[in-house]
């Protein structure tokens, strides 16, 4: 692996080169933050001259790809003519544009297009940036956002968005320029793994109860007076939640007391959403939040065939010792450049909801759980590197009886490791049957390699088919697909968006709309289009 950092057009440090080197290079990149650089320069380096602060862009590239740009935030000098130099990353640029007071109404995407487009009105060309993928969206696809302060382009994104509805404010570098993505999720997993006693060096894991929510007070839109004028109290649920204006979990209140936020959404304005806006926020905020921090052995630097990890990817951690097999996204990378084999990463989770951890656990686990803190566990596991397990076939299967319900799934996951060429495949069969109907459930999830960037990773994609049986009826399709088939007992049906189109029945077919490509014929007479665009009607030779 080579690592490469530039200041402008200028190479300062070059893995693969004696010369131009620097010192203690570390490069830290987390979600949601802008990334920082740090490093040594000595005064005996030929282009020590050239680092201007705040200016000059440094880049590092990562073989050949750009994985961070910044630039220069402080620059101090030793008593050995030494410079200290520490950057940030340019997602930082929003913080040189003010956004003026503002009233907004509309979707997601073009408010963020609106900020960054007073933002380049306000920056020179470096500072710029053009409106990437935006996959954040609100259910009503619809926001009210307001304020009466002049904001960074920065503040405005963090509190009117982020704040609101989460996601992820991501620079991406492109050759035409740097792309804002706002992302509600990242689509890729990392095609290396993190296994105990192969590339796993060191894991602790942290359960922080520290934000922990039991009660919201919801409060919405500004209400109006009787000439329609806006006063400043706010809408509340009061009216549809027996006179109170709050909502608390009591089983976890009473397990951990009475704990209340207050939250205010200022684009609602009727109770009833607000109602559910508030039992979807508490039930969020219900949760324990598990952080693992892993260091491992990125095994890229030990064989190039083999990807590296990137920030935003999914990766996958094994380890039966400590009872953990679940995909977890990298949120922080740190990298030591000199030294990438002791490059570190933070892998991040929600962890299932307070009442769910109370049920079924030992009084050491409940003990544990209730301080509502901040739970710490290590584990040091042989760090001795074995090889890679190339194949594995796994089938399992799962029986359930429920009292309206009988479950039968069985499911086949095939992962062929070596090289990840082609593709990760898993198939699985559900059967279900209750009272009213009887369903197969064919679900296939494919994970297509995508090669992007020098790197391979992998998108999943989630088909589901089904046969079910209502009545005496069978009805086929996939999941999200609009055109069904029903067969009854007299007839075969089509349906589209839930309302018959065509039907088979007597011998017959019964259309709504029909369209022929290419002829109709109707017994021994033949309908059929001329190529001068005139239609022949003619009788059909024997």
């Known amino acids: 692996m080579r690592y490469i950092i530039k200041c402008d057009d200028y190479i300062l440090h070059d893995s693969k080169n004696q ?3 620097v010192g203690n290079p570390k490069l830290t990149l987390e979600l949601n933050k802008n990334g920082t650089l ?3 320069i000595y005064n005996n380096h030929p282009y020590f001259e050239k680092i201007n602060k705040l200016k000059s862009i440094i880049s590092v590239y990562q073989d050949n790809v750009i994985i961070f740009k910044g630039r220069v935030l402080d620059d101090t000098m030793n008593i050995y003519k030494s410079r200290n130099i520490t950057v940030e990353g340019i997602r930082a640029y929003l913080l040189d544009s003010i956004y003026r007071p503002f009233e907004y109404q509309g979707d997601i995407s073009e408010f963020l297009e609106s900020i960054i487009n007073s933002h380049n009105s306000q920056v020179n060309d470096f500072q710029k940036f053009k409106l ?32 609101t509805h989460g996601g992820y404010l991501v620079v991406r570098f492109e050759n035409d320029g740097n792309y804002l993505d706002y992302l509600s999720d990242f689509p890729y997993t990392s095609t290396q793994t993190i296994e105990f006693a192969v590339n796993l060096n060191d894991l602790t894991q942290k359960i922080d109860g520290s934000n922990i929510k039991t009660g919201i007070i919801p409060l ?14 706010r809408l509340t649920i009061k009216s549809i939640n027996d006179n109170k204006d709050y909502l608390i979990d009591e089983e976890a209140a009473s397990l951990y007391g009475k704990i209340f936020e207050v939250v205010i959404w200022e684009d609602i304005t009727l109770p009833q959403n607000l109602l559910k806006k508030a039992e979807e926020y508490l039930a969020d905020n219900i949760m324990f939040l598990i952080t693992l921090d892993v260091s491992a052995i990125d095994l890229s630097t030990l064989n190039k065939d083999i990807n590296s990890f990137r920030l935003g990817e999914y990766v996958r951690v094994k380890s039966s010792t400590h009872n953990i097999n679940k995909i977890y996204l990298l949120k922080k990378l740190s990298i030591d450049i000199e030294n990438p084999s002791k490059t570190q990463i933070q892998l991040g989770d929600s962890f299932k909801s307070l009442t769910d951890i109370s049920i079924g656990q030992n009084s050491t686990s409940n003990d544990l759980i209730t301080r509502v803190g901040t739970i710490e566990t290590h584990y040091v596991p042989n760090k001795e590197l074995t090889g890679i397990v190339n194949e594995k076939v796994e089938t399992n299967s799962f029986i359930q009886q429920l009292p309206e319900n009988i479950l039968f799934q069985v499911s086949e996951n095939y992962t062929k490791k070596s090289d990840f060429n082609e ?12 009272k009213d109907d009887f369903t197969m459930q064919f679900t296939e999830i494919i994970s297509q390699i995508n090669g992007m960037d ?3 990773k992998q998108q999943f994609n989630e088909i589901v088919k089904y046969i079910r049986f209502v009545d005496g009826n069978i009805i086929l399709g996939q999941v999200d697909n609009s055109l069904l088939l029903k067969i009854s007992n007299d007839r075969i049906s089509f349906i589209s968006n839930n309302l018959e189109i065509a039907y ?16 109709l014929q109707l017994g021994n007479f033949t309908f059929e289009p001329r190529t001068n665009g005139n239609l022949s009607f003619y009788k059909n030779k024997k």
Do not use: H
Request: charged residues 25%; negative net charge.
């Open 19 to 21: 010369i131009l080197k």
């Open 38 to 40: 740090t490093f040594t």
């Open 132 to 163: 990437g993928n935006v996959t954040v969206t609100d259910p009503n696809n619809y926001i009210n956002r307001s304020s009466i302060e002049y904001l960074t382009s920065f503040e405005v994104i963090e509190s009117r968005l982020i704040k």
């Open 220 to 233: 919405g839109a500004k209400l109006q007076d009787s000439e329609g004028n806006e006063t400043d109290e």
């Open 423 to 434: 593709y990760q495949n898993q198939v699985s069969t559900r059967f279900s049957q209750t």
């Open 454 to 456: 020098g790197e391979t």
């Open 504 to 519: 088979m029945s007597g011998g017959r077919l019964y259309i709504t709309d029909g369209e022929f490509l290419n002829s």
